[in-house]
């Protein structure tokens, strides 16, 4: 088969401050064909695909669209070369309908005849399988409405490279499936298709060629049908899955949480948690799985008093005796001396204050202290001084507010905190999403240090190895259902792979 | 009825100025730009069209054309408003400054430049700044012809205007018809609601954001000239324009950002301004019909809030400024 | 294609230091009294002996100083009471309204009480009512944006003119002077006065304890913090616990009382009346003096002296010139220094970045 080069990136770096987004990545696109960008999270495929589609410019390297070297400097340019992005979170505006979405920015001559845009509209549906009505308003959409929104104005567009920014994350099976039958649709009629995800199983089933990103460099690509999901995994973790963590026996489990009937039904009156119910003992690590937007956040978040709660219950267990959290705040949480950490998975936006010091944000938990109204400010400071020194955080001084630093240092200075509190219980969401492997290590290091000083750990985790490497027992959870609570030691990727996927994962 | 009738033409000729200006902010907000100069831009305008229209008659004297004394106030009050606008785009909009502060900024600096000017010329003038009786005569005169103003009740109702009520009406129709139907109109809404998105779209969202705000002060500068020309009799009176911009900005709110819905807004406030003069029967302290205005955006406001009607909300990205690479 | 890339683009600065911060926005107020000296020319005079005489007008003789620190007591007072709201990023522009409830408040027990209570009543009196009032007219905006997310700008820019319109009905109304006619509020009897010390208003002691109050309340206390937390993020306010709404409501108690003393200040200390102009434009203008400080009580004494300054100036100069230089002259100076201390706050946050690529690009 002839191929022809749709797009061709060379050399292309991108930083934000002192941060190293993309380094010096090469990639090449061709006709007629998916290509996977796969990379862990913070592997900087979002940020490559924002500087093909104009919303970041590259600091150095060529972008070459055909044979011509090109400058794409707003979305306009991306626009005009037949480049369209469909972004991960979709760029409709909410009170226009439809087909005014499609049309937006569009420079057409002459009035703006809906029928025309209707008309043709439709026939964009019915060549690649959609259905849509273009009169309906975003804002009345389901999000794989949206979805199909995005993709017919980039189509719209005359595009004939197209971006697909984790796509299916959002998606339920069923409409997953209909989505890779309208890209595959748009491949054979020779478009260009590259899509950006981190989920391997897609990737052998969808693409032709798999490209790989990791810690912002280019790692390599490779044809999908010499590829397995052990020689995808090297290549995005750089090494061997066998990742070694260590992994202590649970020494004298005393039961510290009961999570009994738990349900949840979020302000648009979907179902976030239905019936949840498990026990999490100090002394261990319980891992919880689930694919994205399974209900891990709501699950954390009720425990930590920050989640209306429907029904259910949610009982801390200490020798003295047991106590209800459902229907408290965290500051009454807090107050009642239940010794609950969580390092939540937006640490900039939730865990910590960007624009504050170390200090001030090592006060988010103690500012309560203090007489005459006056907050205690020198505690703080000092530890702020102990985390810096215990966690080896890298940052000028503790006067620098926490936005300047490197993710890895921002997740210290915030497990630090959580640490220092001395919980009984202690949350992690992604406690290593975006991290070096060294720091990652750190990371689980000192989950250890907490299991065995008997506090009851929870890590929430969307990287299976690590899971089945760290954890002593996995809660799979499933469109917010218990799927199956699985022994760490014994468990099979298949197995928790099976049950993200369908409640008790039996086929 | 002639009551009736009477009062609605008081009520038209007193809201016409607030009208303009509230079509002014609409497109203003529309592109997401709050700008809360209003006041001083309708100062900036309406001192700088008097002055523009005093200087030409002054230096020419008996050999001035009307007719040309109008243009040049036209021109001199729809330049200076959109210069404002423009000095406060650039702050906002390339330099990033925070809206609220801008805007009041720009009301400290146009109430003042207007009212020094207007003392200035009133100086230059000896003691009065004031245009000919021919050229004051245009801005009042009715523009349509008598068989439609002689038509009962009707005529003196809809027919009986000077222009510049006229052309703040086609102003209205035209900027409803622009949102709603244009390509660009739409840009422009978008810009306002998600300029992000509307960015990703190739628009070009700064080009729509100085322009809707250049243009939106420009009419709010011609809210000044019908005031200094049509409400003051073209001449200079110190303090007169005092919160007519603030009127407009509530008003913004009343008409829910809809064009067509200021004309009929601003025919409303204006009533509310001089129904103390006119309904004395009630008893209700004239003061208290002063406020009425404003206590109804209140009242909008919140019920718009609670409702949470999703045409009803005021631009999305209304007072933020725009940074792509913002990360 | 053969497009270039941008000529400039922009990045956000690291940390300037405090000094540089200040000295770019001292060169602009310079910048800004350059432009206003083309003016100044164009109008027929010497900018420099026009700068001369203001200076000499607003600060040449005790009296002149006095008359300026008058102007400064409401300005900077207003300023205060914005600084813990905009901390909140709530955009509290109603300080003027709440500045008039004050006014009201405090004039409703000097005019009631004035022949009946001792000074040393009726003073705190008026005083607690002024803040109490105030607070009650800010918190009402801040309960409906806690519940509802009703927008605050606009809801406190209209509430201003409420407030002033009930005074304009009292003062032509129920609590105008006899004979009848004239639209004003009896001047106080002494026992509502607050004593002058030096000439100025002892009201400028409070504003003075207003001033270190609130940086400390800002910096050091409890309450100073949450509102940084709300500010900067409402999603960290609630994972730290913070009752976000309660924050909220609060914090537009405290900036309405600080307003509501403030009117206090103004009819018992220096009109000795209250009328429609009580706060008199500086709720808006202490909006510009606190974001220029950087809400940072110590710089709206600096920025506020200014500004005052300024305006006392602006008015000898009209006195010196028999009406030729109109006094709003101080208005455009003072708008100009804003625009050119807003564009300086830029150079302080961004930094620019030239085109750099062309000779590797034509490669």
Redesign the interface.
Same mark, same amino acid.
């Given at each position: 088969m002839e191929k022809e080069t749709a797009i061709r990136l060379e050399g292309i770096t991108k930083r934000f401050g002192d941060v190293v987004a993309n380094r010096s990545v090469s990639l090449e696109v061709y006709r007629g064909e998916i290509l996977s960008l796969l990379g862990e999270n913070g592997s900087g495929k979002t940020t490559l695909m924002n500087m093909i589609s104009g919303i970041y410019f590259p600091d150095q390297g060529h972008i070459f669209v055909g044979e011509k070297e090109v400058l794409i400097r707003s979305p306009k340019d991306a626009i005009d070369l037949g480049i369209g992005m469909i972004h991960q979170h979709f760029k409709l505006v909410d009170v226009l309908t439809a087909a005014e979405n499609i049309v937006l920015g569009l420079r057409e001559k002459g009035k703006f005849d809906k029928k025309a845009v209707a008309a043709r509209v439709q026939a964009i549906s019915e060549k690649y399988g959609f259905s849509i009505d273009p009169q309906k308003k975003v804002y009345d959409m389901s999000v794989s409405e949206k979805q199909t929104v995005e993709i017919i104005k980039v189509l719209y567009r005359g595009a004939d490279i197209l971006i697909l920014d984790e796509p299916t994350a959002v998606l339920t099976p069923q409409e997953t499936e209909k989505l890779f039958a309208v890209l595959r649709a748009m491949r054979d009629d020779g478009k260009a298709i590259i899509i950006i995800t981190h989920k391997l199983q897609e990737v052998l089933e969808l693409s032709d060629r798999v490209s790989v990103l990791r810690k912002g460099e280019y790692i390599g690509t490779v044809s999908t049908a010499e590829a397995t999901a052990q020689s995808l995994t090297d290549m995005m973790v750089g090494q061997a899955t066998v990742l070694n963590i260590e992994r202590p026996e649970p020494v004298n489990p005393q039961k510290r949480l009961s999570v009994a009937g738990l349900t949840v039904v979020d302000g648009n009156g979907v179902r976030k948690l239905s019936n949840v119910s498990f026990d999490v003992y100090g002394g261990e690590i319980l891992g919880i799985a689930g694919i994205s937007g399974c209900g891990q956040k709501e699950l954390l978040e009720s425990i930590a008093g920050l989640q209306n709660v429907q029904t259910g219950s949610i009982i801390y267990h200490t020798d003295e005796g047991s106590e209800e959290l459902v229907g408290k705040s965290a500051m009454a949480i807090r107050e009642k001396g239940i010794r609950l950490s969580f390092v939540p998975e937006d640490r900039l936006g939730m865990g910590l204050v960007a624009n504050m010091d170390m200090a001030g944000n090592m006060m988010l938990r103690s500012f309560k202290r203090g007489r005459f109204g006056l907050s205690d400010r020198k505690s703080p400071e000092v530890l702020a001084e102990q985390v810096k020194d215990d966690l080896e955080v890298v940052t000028p001084s503790i006067q620098t507010p926490v936005r300047r630093m490197s993710g890895g240092n921002v997740q210290k200075v915030l497990v630090g905190r959580e640490i220092a509190a001395e919980p009984k219980i202690l949350m992690t969401a992604y406690a290593v999403r975006g991290l070096d492997i060294n720091t990652s290590y750190t990371i689980y290091h000192l989950l250890n240090q907490q299991k065995e000083k008997g506090v009851a750990v929870i890590y929430v985790g969307e990287d299976l190895d690590v899971l089945l490497e760290l954890c002593d027992r996995i809660l799979v959870l499933c469109g917010g259902q218990v799927s199956g609570i699985l022994n760490g030691r014994s468990a099979t990727r298949e197995q928790v792979g099976l049950m993200m996927t369908k409640v008790g994962g039996a086929s | 009825m002639t009551f009736f009738v009477n009062f609605f033409v008081a009520a038209v000729l007193m809201g016409t100025t607030l009208m303009y200006g509230t079509l002014g902010e609409i497109l203003t907000e529309k592109a997401g730009n709050m700008n809360l100069g209003v006041e001083g831009l309708i100062y900036m305008g309406g001192s700088s069209g008097l002055i523009a229209a005093f200087l030409y008659e002054r230096a020419l004297g008996a050999g001035a054309v009307p007719g040309v004394s109008v243009a040049l106030a036209f021109i001199a009050a729809f330049l200076a408003a959109a210069l404002g606008s423009l000095l406060y785009a650039f702050l906002t909009i390339t330099l990033r400054t925070n809206q609220n502060v801008t805007g009041l900024a720009l009301t400290i600096f146009g109430v003042g430049y207007g009212e020094f000017f207007g003392e200035y010329f009133r100086g230059v003038g000896g003691g009065r700044l004031q245009i000919s009786e021919a050229a004051g005569a245009i801005y009042s005169k009715p523009l349509l012809p008598a068989f439609l103003r002689d038509i009962p009740v009707v005529g003196k109702l809809l027919f009986s205007y000077n222009f510049m009520i006229y052309l703040c009406v086609a102003i209205a129709f035209v900027m409803a018809w622009y949102f709603a139907r244009t390509r660009s109109g739409m840009s422009l809404r978008a810009v306002g609601e998600d300029p992000a998105t509307a960015d990703a779209a190739g628009i070009n969202v700064t080009r729509y954001k100085y322009l809707a705000t250049c243009l939106g002060g420009g009419i709010c500068g011609l809210g000044g000239l019908y005031f200094t020309m049509v409400s003051g009799g073209g001449n200079w009176s110190t303090g007169a324009m005092d919160g007519k911009g603030w009127l407009a900005v509530a008003l913004v709110i009343f008409a829910l950002w809809r064009p067509l819905r200021a004309v009929w807004g601003s025919i409303v406030f204006g009533a509310l301004m001089i129904m103390y003069m006119r309904v004395t029967q009630f008893h209700i302290p004239t003061e208290i019909y002063k406020i009425l205005p404003y206590v109804v955006t209140v009242i909008v406001l919140i019920s718009i809030s609670i409702r949470q009607k999703r045409e009803n909300q005021p631009p999305a990205s209304l007072g933020v400024a725009y940074f792509r690479e913002e990360r | 294609?053969n497009?270039? +890339? *941008?000529l400039i %683009?922009?990045?956000?600065r690291?940390d300037l230091g405090t000094m540089n911060a200040w000295i770019i926005r001292i060169v602009s107020i310079f910048a800004a009294l350059i432009l206003f000296a083309g003016l100044i020319v164009s109008?027929g005079y010497n900018p420099v002996s026009v700068y001369v005489a203001m200076i000499g007008g607003a600060l040449g003789s005790p009296l002149n100083i006095q008359q300026t620190i008058k102007i400064m007591i409401p300005l900077l007072g207003a300023s205060l009471a914005i600084a813990p709201a905009f901390k909140m990023k709530f955009?509290n522009?109603g300080v003027e309204g709440q500045i008039t409830v004050g006014g009201i408040c405090a004039t409703y027990f000097a005019l009631t009480f004035q022949n009946s209570w001792p000074s040393g009543v009726l003073l705190p009196v008026m005083c607690l009512a002024a803040a109490i009032g105030g607070g009650l007219w800010g918190m009402l905006p801040a309960v409906?944006r806690a519940k509802?997310?009703?927008?605050e700008?606009? @809801?406190t820019?209209?509430?201003? #003119?409420?407030a002033i319109?009930?005074v304009? #009905?009292l003062q032509?109304?129920p609590w105008e002077k006899v004979p009848k006619g004239t639209q004003m509020i009896e001047r106080f009897a002494q026992t509502a006065r607050m004593p002058n010390v030096w000439g100025v208003t002892a009201g400028g002691f409070i504003v003075l304890a207003l001033v270190i109050f609130m940086y400390c309340y800002l910096r050091?206390?409890?309450?100073?913090?949450?509102i940084?937390?709300v500010g +900067?993020?409402e999603?960290?306010a %609630? #994972?730290?616990?913070?009752?976000v709404g309660r924050v909220i409501v609060r914090t537009m108690f405290v900036s309405g009382a600080i307003a509501g003393l403030v009117g206090f200040i103004v009819v018992s200390g220096i009109n000795y009346t209250l009328s429609d102009s009580v706060a008199g434009?500086v709720g808006?203008?202490g909006?510009?003096v606190a974001?220029l400080a950087q809400l940072n009580p110590i710089g709206m004494v600096f920025i506020s002296m200014l500004l005052a300054v300024l305006t006392k100036g602006a008015s000898t100069i009209n006195t010196l010139t028999h009406?030729?230089? *109109?006094e709003?002259?101080?208005?455009?100076?003072?708008?100009?220094i804003? @625009?050119c201390m807003?564009?300086s706050? @830029?150079f302080i946050r #961004?930094r620019m970045i030239f085109r750099t690529r062309q000779k590797e690009?034509a490669k």
């Open positions: - | - | 294609m497009r270039k +890339e *941008p %683009r922009l990045a956000k690291d109008v955009w522009i409906f509802w997310g009703t927008n700008t606009l @809801f820019l209209m509430l201003n #003119y409420i319109g009930v304009k #009905y032509g109304g050091f206390t409890k309450q100073g913090y949450q940084a937390v +900067e993020s999603a960290t %609630r #994972y730290a616990g913070i009752n434009g808006f203008t909006i510009t974001w009406n030729a230089l *109109p709003s002259m101080s208005d455009m100076l003072t708008g100009l804003l @625009f807003l564009a706050e @830029f #961004y690009a």
